[in-house]
């Protein structure tokens, strides 16, 4: 029976822990007890990235357990907690001291397990800590535990050298901050403004056409029968500037309808730009006490 794939461990070693925390906290008189106060350490290590003392603190929390049985649930969380360890300080240093700790913790733990737990219980852990144990000997490969690092070479004597006079200070004083720009907001409302204007203009040559219109009908209707040649003339002159109102009307309309759509369209892109986003986000980060708590960020 194969257990579950090794790409899942961390879930399951996150929810085993918790799990094994609760179970085991009475007999292991609380939170506060050596085991537990290096885990929470080691917890702290990690989570700032510096692996190599986070190693350290979850081996030494594993050293810490009692041989009781309350504490078998707890002691595989933390054999696997320091294996993580151990490897991400191995991914970060590169150093060969931190795979062998992997590989002498890992032959720990599965030795605990034949010794001193039956070999139908706990069959997931000999598992997972098999398999830990293969892949830190395969990333070890040819190289050896026992090997001495070479000696690091003597660094040379530094030479000491006169202190340049220091540079005379100049006070810089800082420019205002430039005032937001304004462009897109006030051509907008200048043309939105025109718009208006050219609108009043053109409904105004509406209304003189339509004067012009009525004084024409009025003289036509003042005179029976044929209309002189005089008052063709007259009525020509009246047709005539009719119809260039009624010409200046259609252009300041249409002059109108444009201003007023282009200044509309500044106004919202200016009000687009200036509208802020924020972003919340919940985090769920494992505490010191083996509690699940939540993180805002704005």
């Not at 494992?286 to 704005?298: A, K, N, Q, S």
Request: contains cysteine; charged residues 25%; glycine residues 8%.
């Amino acid at each position: 029976m194969d257990g579950p794939p090794l790409v899942l461990s961390r879930a399951l070693v996150v929810a085993a822990f918790l799990v094994g925390a609760a179970l085991s906290a009475r007999a292991l008189a609380g939170p506060e007890t050596p085991s537990f106060r290096e885990q929470a350490a080691c917890h702290k290590h990690r989570e700032a990235g510096e692996h190599v003392q986070a190693a350290k603190r979850c081996e030494a929390a594993y050293d810490a357990l009692p041989d009781l049985p309350e504490a078998l649930a707890a002691r595989g969380v933390m054999a696997f907690d320091a294996g993580y360890s151990f490897r991400d300080a191995y991914d970060q240093t590169g150093e060969v001291k931190h795979l062998c700790g992997e590989i002498r913790l890992m032959i720990r733990f599965l030795n605990y397990l034949d010794n001193r737990v039956p070999p139908d219980e706990r069959p997931y852990d000999r598992i997972d800590a098999k398999k830990f144990l293969d892949a830190a000997r395969n990333d070890l490969g040819t190289r050896s535990c026992t090997e001495k690092p070479p000696e690091p070479e003597p660094e040379p004597e530094p030479v000491t050298e006169p202190q340049p006079a220091p540079a005379p200070t100049i006070d810089i004083v800082q420019p205002l901050p430039p005032a937001p720009r304004r462009g897109l907001k006030i051509s907008g409302w200048t043309l939105f403004a025109l718009g208006l204007g050219l609108g009043a203009w053109s409904s105004a040559e509406l209304a003189i056409g339509e004067v012009n219109e009525r004084g024409r009908q009025a003289l036509i209707a003042s005179v029976p029968g044929t209309v002189p040649a005089s008052l063709v003339d007259q009525l020509e002159v009246v047709n005539a500037a009719g119809d260039a109102a009624n010409r200046r009307a259609i252009v300041a309309g249409s002059l109108s309808g444009a201003s007023l759509i282009t200044g509309i369209t500044l106004l919202a892109v200016d009000a687009h730009r200036r509208r802020k986003h924020r972003r919340l986000a919940f985090v769920p980060v494992t505490g010191p006490t083996f509690g699940v708590r939540l993180r805002l960020e704005f």
